[in-house]
T-cell receptor, first 116, second 114 residues
Framework: AQSVTQLGSHVSVSEGALVLLRCNYSSSVPPYLFWYVQYPNQGLQLLLKYTSAATLVKGINGFEAEFKKSETSFHLTKPSAHMSDAAEYFCAVSRSITGGGNKLTFGTGTQLKVEL | DARVTQTPRHKVTEMGQEVTMRCQPILGHNTVFWYRQTMMQGLELLAYFRNRAPLDDSGMPKDRFSAEMPDATLATLKIQPSEPRDSAVYFC????????????FGEGSRLTVL
């Protein structure tokens, strides 16, 4: 079964510091991996996705993630945190289901706090 | 600006009452998902439709929950009777149904059952 594990339910960084949010996956086949962001009282929106093309994936708002097969990881980074990055971040893996199509299985989320 | 629309945004009801949540997926999307979000369980997949047919509702308590897509522009999630443990934010998401495709989420329906 395909799944993702997010290490650290809460991460706090200073404004301007590096953001690193960790995600490890478990999959018996090459996975399709996603990072979503959820701002307070809103739905999730896609930050970036890995679909077996380039291993370094760039997303919106300056975020990027690197797929590392040897480490089964897909960590999310941003060189310099901004106050507006404070949100909850979810890693997800896509898997096919009977009948066609796919569904996303989400990690437990990491709440990012950005301090002055 | 295409978006997934969910109603109601907030609902407070008493235990035992019926609750219906509605979702209008983005036009042209052929997959619709219902997720439930709580502090304790995180995001749980409740039901999944492809071309309006239910494909996976294994995450849904069958005795009280039901999900339908009467047409391509409307998905419904019904709870009858509701219980306090159903209090959560319910999200609808739609997509094109490909393994590499993203999901577009609505803003959620926050349900409180007293």
């Amino acid at each position: 079964a395909q799944s993702v594990t997010q290490l650290g339910s809460h991460v706090s960084v200073s404004e301007g510091a590096l953001v690193l949010l960790r995600c490890n996956y478990s999959s018996s086949v090459p996975p399709y991996l996603f990072w979503y962001v959820q701002y307070p009282n809103q739905g999730l929106q896609l930050l970036l996705k890995y679909t077996s093309a380039a291993t370094l994936v760039k997303g919106i708002n300056g975020f990027e993630a690197e797929f590392k097969k040897s480490e089964t990881s897909f960590h999310l980074t941003k060189p310099s945190a901004h106050m507006s990055d404070a949100a909850e971040y979810f890693c997800a893996v896509s898997r096919s289901i009977t009948g066609g199509g796919n569904k996303l299985t989400f990690g437990t989320g990491t709440q990012l706090k950005v301090e002055l | 600006d295409a978006r997934v629309t969910q109603t109601p945004r907030h609902k407070v009801t008493e235990m035992g009452q019926e609750v219906t949540m509605r979702c209008q997926p983005i036009l042209g999307h052929n997959t619709v998902f219902w997720y439930r979000q709580t502090m304790m369980q995180g995001l749980e997949l409740l039901a999944y439709f492809r071309n309006r047919a239910p494909l996976d509702d294994s995450g849904m308590p069958k005795d009280r929950f039901s999900a339908e897509m009467p047409d391509a522009t409307l998905a419904t999630l019904k709870i009858q009777p509701s219980e306090p443990r159903d209090s959560a934010v319910y999200f609808c998401a739609s997509g094109f149904g490909t393994s590499t495709g993203e999901l577009f989420f609505g803003e959620g329906s926050r349900l409180t059952v007293l």
